[in-house]
């Protein structure tokens, strides 16, 4: 009885958040063909994809005819209201990707051939009969690297006759952390090649590992100190499916595979980051520095306190009358500062109107980068808010400007599509600088957190339903719900060969949101096949949620990947009590608060994933949840890991989970897995497990009515969850 009330009661959650918005009733529709033309778009006369979107209004449909779409650029999707579809029993591909023809015979010896393209052109992968070709690289870890101050040498001399050395990169896989940098230059001694690293993704991925901490990092810091293998130069083709683009030159270079025709074959140059991208407002939030204030009064000015203020500095008084006042465009505005048990009072005024309110910084414990004051819904322009100190003390840590009102594109559907043929060339310039799950920092300080474009983005939406589509041979991630888009939902999608992730849901930075009209809410990722991601980029995960309110993730297959399934949650121990953080042995406490909470993991059938990296695992939450809306992870069958740390993983930070009713077979790590005390109040139980290995030294984590089975025997009860996982079609 007990598991048929959990198979009704998942069954009702399932049925809530796969209930799609309410579809438009298009009035009109339009029409678009590869070979369209003209501004007509009817059925009988359509226009080209380009016009068509140009010409989308509220309450259209656009019907694409089956065939390719070569862009040029990229799609901007900035109307509400409307849906973009195949037409019945046709195939409309999107591409990015330009058809390279006209290759001749190179050098015989190697079979290498060659194509002009244009000079310039500027890519990171090919695709060949649609067949993803590997970049020219020398074998993994062929030759043995030592670091030195400024890259590595190696006693092999013929590195330093690879031309086009600035192109050459270097790449490690290290624990959890896929990582590469652009060399400067090459050069050679008696001694063999230096590898000399360009200096400023040296430095950020070797001398200078970026460590801003919680709620951006954890303690772990590995850096690149050593070389996987060392990628793109023509001197490194060696094999066939190998190709190299000398950019320079305007050249391609490929050799094909045994029985291969290349002026045959369809050769794909990806030369586009994002295929469609739909922006409703503001877009991107992020908080800028408290010395970004104009201070009157008496104010202490610290930049060094490194306990989980925003850039490690704040601006305090305990001076009555002493002020604060901030300039911006923008329509509102967030103070962040500290609320804490010797927190004072403080009046506010915006543009030189006092409100009526006393507000307060007072608190029962310390907490970070709080929402001390917001104000929100001003007319568009320039505005000022001023502090000013009542009694007590008065922090200031940050800035977070809202500089358009919040109006989220909405209502859109994209059904029934091929989405092919990206890249994203970022790397290639500043290299690969890996914080974790295809998270990465940015080249430059203040080195905010970015990750890799995808082919189908929505930036602050609501209301959006991706579903039927397919996504394949991608240089960067399928499909992104960013910027606090809500009520949306991605299902029945097919996601394969991408450069990095599958599904990203959700940001990184905006951990300290009070108000939810700026949230990622209501988010179902639900019946997707999602294989063979992180093909060059090997920390990506299928699915990766960062912060985020009722995201259910339901019914998914992940398959083959080199890192983690699924990745739930962001920074690390920062919601947890500072007695926690003392207990792992961290020397300071940064805390604050995060707003995810009331998420679900259910019914997934993940397998083979963790193929390269380390420290991950099938299905990996990180991070606090809120613990008035419990977050689950029900009805999942994990199996087939080769690197796991643990199947089921709760890493640092975890909070407030109920794991139960899950199947895990996997005979290497651990099955169940919370390795610190910031890890606290989970309970796991009635799960089914052919691995009999757990690590919990969590804070008020139980474990109960583990079944253990061997030789393959699973009751009823375990094969019923496994039949019942994975996508329902």
Same mark, same amino acid.
């Given at each position: 009885?007990?598991?048929?009330?959990?198979?009704?009661? =998942? !069954? /009702?959650?399932?049925? @809530?958040?796969? +209930? $799609? %918005?309410? =579809? !438009? /009733?298009?009035?009109? @529709?339009?029409? +678009? $063909? %590869?070979?369209?033309?003209?501004?007509?778009? @009817?059925?009988?006369?359509?226009?080209?994809?380009?016009?068509?979107?140009?010409?989308?209004?509220?309450?259209?449909?656009l019907y694409l005819r089956g065939g390719t779409y070569r862009l040029a650029r990229t799609l901007d999707l900035s109307q509400s209201d409307v849906s973009i579809r195949a037409y019945p029993g046709e195939t409309p591909v999107i591409t990015g990707a330009r058809r390279v023809t006209g290759f001749t015979l190179q050098d015989p010896t190697k079979n290498i051939y060659v194509a002009r393209v244009p000079r310039g052109t500027d890519t990171r992968q090919l695709f060949v009969d649609g067949t993803r070709a590997e970049r020219a690289r020398t074998a993994l870890n062929s030759t043995t690297f030592t670091a030195t101050a400024t890259g590595f040498h190696t006693t092999d001399p013929s590195f330093a006759q690879v031309t086009n050395q600035g192109d050459v990169e270097v790449v490690q896989e290290n624990k959890w952390k896929h990582m590469r940098c652009p060399?400067?230059?090459?050069?050679?001694?008696?001694?063999?090649?230096?590898?000399?690293?360009?200096?400023?993704?040296?430095?950020?991925?070797?001398?200078a590992v970026i460590n801003s901490q919680f709620p951006f990092n954890g303690n772990g810091l590995p850096k690149m100190d050593g070389v996987s293998w060392v990628e793109n130069a023509y001197q490194f083709l060696t094999k066939p499916g190998q190709w190299y683009l000398d950019k320079t030159a305007g050249r391609l270079y490929y050799i094909p595979l045994p029985g291969q025709n290349v002026n045959r074959a369809d050769v794909e140059l990806p030369l586009l980051d994002t295929l469609i991208c739909a922006n409703g407002t503001p877009g991107h939030i992020a908080p800028v520095d408290d010395t970004a204030g104009t201070y009157g009064g008496t104010w202490q000015n610290s930049t060094i306190r490194q306990l989980g203020d925003f850039g490690d500095g704040v601006h305090a008084t305990q001076a009555a009358g002493a002020s604060v006042s901030y300039t911006f465009n923008g329509t509102g505005v967030d103070v962040l500062g500290e609320t804490n048990t010797d927190g004072g009072t403080f009046t506010a005024a915006v543009d030189g109107k006092p409100d009526t309110a006393t507000h307060s910084e007072h608190g029962d414990v310390r907490l970070a980068q709080q929402v001390v004051y917001s104000v929100q819904n001003l007319r568009p322009g320039r505005h000022t808010v001023t502090l000013t100190n009542a009694s007590g003390n008065l922090l200031v840590d940050a800035f977070a400007v809202t500089p358009q009102a919040v109006k989220p594109v909405h209502d859109v559907s994209i059904s029934g599509l091929t989405f092919t043929g990206t890249t994203w060339t970022l790397p290639s310039h500043v290299g690969y600088i890996d914080n974790q799950a295809g998270v990465q920092w940015a080249a430059q300080a203040p080195h905010a957190p970015i990750?890799?474009?995808?082919?189908?983005?929505?930036?602050?939406?609501?209301?959006?339903?991706?579903?039927?589509?397919?996504?394949?041979?991608?240089?960067?991630?399928?499909?992104?719900?960013?910027?606090?888009?809500?009520?949306?939902s991605i299902t029945r999608n097919t996601i394969t060969d991408t450069s990095a992730g599958g599904v990203a849901v959700g940001e990184v930075d905006d951990y300290y949101l009070t108000d939810p009209s700026r949230m990622t809410l209501n988010t179902t990722i639900a019946d997707n096949t999602i294989s063979n991601v992180g093909q060059d980029y090997h920390d990506a995960v299928g699915i990766w949620a960062g912060h985020g309110r009722d995201t259910v993730i339901d019914h998914n297959e992940i398959a083959h990947t080199p890192y983690s399934g699924i990745s739930l949650g962001w920074g690390w121990g920062w919601a947890s009590p500072c007695e926690l953080q003392a207990?792992?042995?961290?020397?300071?406490?940064?805390?604050?608060?995060?707003?995810?909470?009331?998420?679900?993991?259910?019914g997934n059938n993940v397998h083979d994933v963790m193929r390269t990296l380390l420290d991950g695992g099938p299905i990996y939450t990180l991070g606090g949840q809120d613990p008035t809306a419990?977050?689950?992870?029900?009805?999942?069958?994990?199996?087939?890991?080769?690197?796991?740390?643990?199947?089921?993983?709760?890493?640092?930070?975890?909070s407030y989970w109920n794991t139960h009713d899950n199947v895990v077979s996997n005979q290497t790590g651990r099955w169940v897995g919370m390795w610190t005390p910031t890890i606290h109040d989970i309970t796991i139980h009635d799960n089914f497990t052919d691995n009999t290995v757990v690590k919990n030294l969590g804070t008020n984590v139980?474990?109960?009515?583990?079944?253990?089975?061997?030789?393959?025997?699973?009751p009823p009860a375990a094969q019923a969850i496994m039949a019942a996982s994975g996508p329902r079609r």
């Open positions: 009885m007990r598991h048929l009330r959990l198979a009704m009661g =998942a !069954a /009702a959650l399932i049925t @809530a958040t796969l +209930a $799609a %918005p309410a =579809a !438009a /009733a298009h009035d009109n @529709a339009l029409y +678009a $063909a %590869p070979d369209g033309w003209g501004r007509t778009c @009817a059925k009988y006369l359509p226009c080209s994809l380009e016009t068509a979107v140009d010409r989308l209004h509220d309450g259209s449909a060399l400067s230059a090459i050069t050679g001694d008696a001694t063999g090649s230096n590898l000399v690293v360009q200096p400023q993704c040296w430095q950020d991925n070797n001398t990750r890799p474009p995808a082919a189908l983005e929505f930036h602050r939406g609501k209301n959006i339903t991706v579903t039927g589509d397919t996504f394949t041979h991608l240089g960067g991630v399928g499909v992104a719900f960013a910027d606090g888009t809500q009520n949306s207990k792992q042995g961290l020397a300071v406490c940064r805390r604050g608060t995060i707003y995810s909470g009331d998420n679900h993991i259910t419990q977050s689950t992870v029900i009805g999942n069958w994990v199996h087939d890991a080769p690197n796991n740390n643990n199947m089921l993983y709760h890493d640092e930070g975890s139980t474990i109960t009515n583990t079944t253990v089975v061997t030789g393959g025997n699973w």
